[in-house]
């Protein structure tokens, strides 16, 4: 699924940078919360932090030791965002980063900053549907949820990436375009949408009641 999905990203129109912001400040959030610690600074925590708009010194990619490096970090605009990591592993991240072309140095309103590139920005994409999950409440209220889809042929890749992404959240199958879910996950439907460029070829149903059922509630553990 993750390579499926990385692939897709390679191939898929990008949305706009404020959506590219709202979706890196949403994965930071997430990752934030799983821990606050100064530690290691990976990845994706980093692209995330950039991708939402927290400014950092270009300087600190020039050579230099790591003392010099720690002491340009507090210099930087957003360094309340920054500090919890590890200088040294900052900036082993940011080098790394931009050796792989996920960041690049502009020149903005006289000054140069680190913006992510268009890789980068696919990057945070790829991450945002690894983390992509519903929310499953403690009692099922009794409806299901049905998502169908009618994609034109000449997308067909999108078609495969968007079946693979449902499997993925744990849809079942009714049809080869119709899949269930008995939890609420209308926001997560319509992420997917706006991710995938779908817009009105998936339809997202309430439904009260489907006859023989039985398969589906045995499957969603709902007896």
Not at 43 to 50: A, D, G, P, R, T
Not at 197 to 210: A, C, E, R
Request: glycine content about 4%; hydrophobic content about 35%; overall charge positive.
């Amino acid at each position: 699924m993750q390579k499926s999905t990385h692939k897709a990203q390679a191939e898929l129109l990008l949305p706009s940078d404020i959506s590219i912001q709202k979706i890196a400040t949403s994965l930071e959030k997430q990752i934030k919360e799983k821990c606050n610690a100064k530690r290691y600074a990976s990845i994706k925590e980093v692209l995330s932090l950039i991708g939402k708009g927290a400014a950092i010194a270009s300087v600190i990619l020039a050579p230099g030791t790591a003392k010099a490096f720690a002491s340009l970090l507090k210099q930087s605009p957003d360094y309340e965002e920054w500090k919890r990591f590890n200088p040294s592993y900052l900036r082993r991240t940011l080098q790394q980063l931009h050796k792989q072309k996920h960041i690049e140095l502009i020149y903005e309103k006289g000054e140069e900053v680190i913006k992510l590139t268009q890789g980068g920005k696919r990057r945070i994409l790829h991450y945002s549907i690894q983390t992509l999950a519903i929310n499953k409440p403690n009692r099922w209220d009794g409806l299901w949820r049905m998502v169908m889809y009618d994609i034109p042929k000449e997308k067909h890749k999108t078609s495969d990436y968007f079946r693979l992404t449902l499997q993925n959240l744990g849809f079942y199958p009714i049809q080869k375009s119709v899949y269930l879910f008995p939890y609420p996950c209308f926001d997560e439907i319509e992420y997917l949408r706006q991710f995938y460029f779908l817009d009105i070829t998936v339809q997202y149903l309430l439904v009260k009641s489907i006859e023989n059922d039985g398969i589906y509630r045995t499957y969603f553990s709902l007896e």
